[in-house]
T-cell receptor, first 111, second 115 residues
Framework: QKEVEQNSGPLSVPEGAIASLNCTYS??????FFWYRQYSGKSPELIMF????GDKEDGRFTAQLNKASQYVSLLIRDSQPSDSATYLC???????????FGTGTQLKVEL | GAGVSQSPRYKVAKRGQDVALRCDPI?????LFWYQQALGQGPEFLTY????????KSGLPSDRFFAERPEGSVSTLKIQRTQQEDSAVYLCASSYLVLNTGELFFGEGSRLTVL
């Protein structure tokens, strides 16, 4: 079992819709959770981080964390074509310093 | 510079050649990470430095891989006797202190192709 699992997609949504990206993790010691966006041929960039159970909103983005289910998700409201990218879920375990990434979900927002 | 700078951006090596990849992190960033990203995959952790100290090298796939950061700023990832399976993008990332918010600032990567 991989430490961080994501559906590779592609996930296709129409412009203006809500895109829902999901991630599960295996280590119950995981404490910090991150979503990075990676455009094709570019480097990852941080979108959001979440530490506590529940929802965290930032503009059109909402991160959701459920530690009991070992599940973290990212919702993108009013999806735009510019949101088309690969979204990487990353996890930091306990007091460690490294981030463990999933394989990423490719999102396509269609006109 | 304003961001993390990596060189070369593209490297083609013949199998068996040695390569060296350079990373110049954001000035003042204490933590430096190397990741390997194969096509269609997420970044895989290779190694971590805090200043000049290499605190974690658990992700280096073999003893052909070696990284250093002798003065606590620029880092070099060296791959000896390259193999085809080493073909990937090598990403360097830095952060100001040990990971708090998780904001790693990534360079554009060095794409290695081994023929």
């Amino acid at each position: 079992q991989k430490e961080v699992e994501q559906n590779s997609g592609p996930l296709s949504v129409p412009e203006g819709a809500i895109a829902s990206l999901n991630c599960t993790y295996s280590d119950r010691g995981s404490q910090s959770f991150f979503w990075y966006r990676q455009y094709s041929g570019k480097s990852p960039e941080l979108i959001m981080f979440i530490y506590s159970n529940g929802d965290k909103e930032d503009g059109r983005f909402t991160a959701q964390l459920n530690k009991a289910s070992q599940y973290v998700s990212l919702l993108i409201r009013d999806s735009q074509p510019s949101d088309s990218a690969t979204y990487l879920c990353a996890v930091k375990v306990g007091g460690g310093n490294k981030l463990t990434f999933g394989t990423g979900t490719q999102l396509k927002v269609e006109l | 510079g304003a961001g993390v700078s990596q060189s070369p951006r593209y490297k083609v090596a013949k199998r068996g050649q040695d390569v060296a990849l350079r990373c110049d992190p954001i000035s003042g960033h204490v933590s430096l990470f190397w990741y390997q990203q194969a096509l269609g995959q997420g970044p895989e952790f290779l190694t971590y430095f805090q200043n000049e100290a290499q605190l974690d090298k658990s992700g280096l796939p073999s003893d052909r891989f070696f990284a250093e950061r002798p003065e606590g700023s620029v880092s070099t990832l060296k791959i000896q006797r390259t193999q085809q399976e080493d073909s990937a993008v090598y990403l360097c990332a830095s952060s100001y202190l040990v990971l708090n918010t998780g904001e790693l600032f990534f360079g554009e990567g060095s794409r290695l192709t081994v023929l």
